[in-house]
């Protein structure tokens, strides 16, 4: 019987207790800090879209390339422009102005307004990187302690198929090792990219195989809109 | 009055266009004269997807079959020819199944110098067994490019040139990349040092440009010394956003043998036209 009686007081307690720590914790985080948890990662993104499978990718526009000289063997690959859901691009973009997370270098204004996609590249860009691209595609790179790293992001996607797409589907983001360094390879905002991790010493460098700190490199990237946007 | 030195350059693009229609069936309707290695002088390829026996993931014999050109109208990424797609692991010289399991097939022996590895027919190796991720493989893993030995196994001496118009992506130790104006991410990795000049992150280069040479350079160590340790062979891959028709992969390494051997016959006929002394096949003496 007393047991009885003591319960709801002692869960009174807990929550009482739960309430005077958080907010003994939250009085010394700044309003950046805070609105920083809200930021999603890039890896997050890509999960919240994949769930499970690669994304569909909508209502396409064939993309005509002028061949210098058509094949007389084989057929060329059909090339689609997908489209890009900018609502969902935008929505992210503010979430990391919000939380503070913005390219260290500025991207100079006359790409972006070429670059009709939204662009991921790297929060600490060091001054000696490069953003170019034109209309549907763009590459950032930047120099790194030991390792280089490149972004590739494109809206023309070539038709090929293989039996290894579905092992790519189940995955959502795939990070894996190559010749020289680590990728990742996504679908985001209907668009199609890559970060890649070009290692000086491949052998020698732990980080050149890790997956977590692949993984790591993508997340530390933050999504600016480009094409006037 | 037909003059012979043009009579004989009818007559050459006449048996290599018709050498070129029965290669895509993996091999050559009307048999072509041999050379002194007993290989045939004209380009004959085996067809796309078709590696050498056992040497696919899981011990299988197949890579990818589809048989799309993903670079229509690029420049085959060797300056001049002969050049020979085909594997490095699995030639004369490779380490073969050693590296990955006693199920997988051994090397054939010898060294890289063997003439069978400068001999035609091509080989795809795309896919090849190799522990790393290659998406469109069909086991999931594999090599992510295909892998070409220029005419000799000399160092530093063939170039690689620019496939496309584009500007220089990151300049690694092993790799270089080339962003083409067509949108995609061509790499070219084993390469010497220095570069040809002005190759650097940034620059603006243009179709058939100069590079770099091809050589043997898998890393680089902390005492700035190279690490040489594969054959003399350039390895190239093409990087794109891909789908299947309905879903979006996202951007990675794509087959690419069949936009290779395009390009390759593009570069036979132009090097036939413009200097009709080279002979078409060259072994590699050195090692």
Redesign the interface.
Known sequence: MVYTLMRPASHFSIKMTCFLALSFVFQFLTPEMALAQSAPTISQLVAAENRG?????GKTQTVA??????????????Q?R?PIDWAAAKKATIAYQRAGRMPKAALAQSVMDEIAMPIIVPEKMPANG?V???D??Y?A?S?HDGY???V??????????????K???ADG?????????M?A???LF?????V?M???????DSRCKSTAFMKKLVDSMVVQIGGGK | MIKPRSFLLVLASLFLLAC??G??GGGPIITPPTGSTGTPLFFTYDPPGDLIDGTGRGVTSVG?T?????A??MRFPIESGPAYANSQVWGHGGAGGSIFGPSYPPAPGGTQGDAANYSYPWKDNFCENR??????????KGH??QDIRPSTCEVNKHWVVATENG?I???????V?L?T???Q?HRY?HLQRPLAPGIV??ARVGKGQKIGRISNI?????DGSF?R?TTVHL?FEI??????????????P??LY?SL??SYK?LLRSDLQSNFKKPLVQPCHTH
């Open positions: 499978q690669a994304p569909a990718i390339k002028q061949l210098a000289a058509p094949s007389r063997d084989f057929r060329q690959a059909r689609v997908v490069h170019f691209g034109k549907y595609y590459h790179i120099r280089s790293v490149s590739h992001g494109t809206c023309v996607l070539s038709e090929i198929r293989s039996p290894g797409d092992k790519a589907a983001m795939q990070i894996f090792q190559t010749e020289d360094g990728a390879s996504f679908s209907g668009a199609a990219y890559s890649m070009v290692c000086d010493d491949p052998a020698g | 070129e229609s290669g895509g990818v589809d048989t799309a050109i993903v229509p109208g522990g790393w991720n290659a998406p469109k493989c069909p086991a999931g992510q490019g500007r992506g990151v300049v690694g130790t092993v790799s990349e962003v104006d067509t949108g991410v990795l992150s940034g898998t890393g680089r160590k902390s690490v340790g390895h990087w794109d956003g891909n789908s299947d028709g309905s879903r979006n992969y996202g951007v990675g794509l087959p069949t051997v395009d593009r």
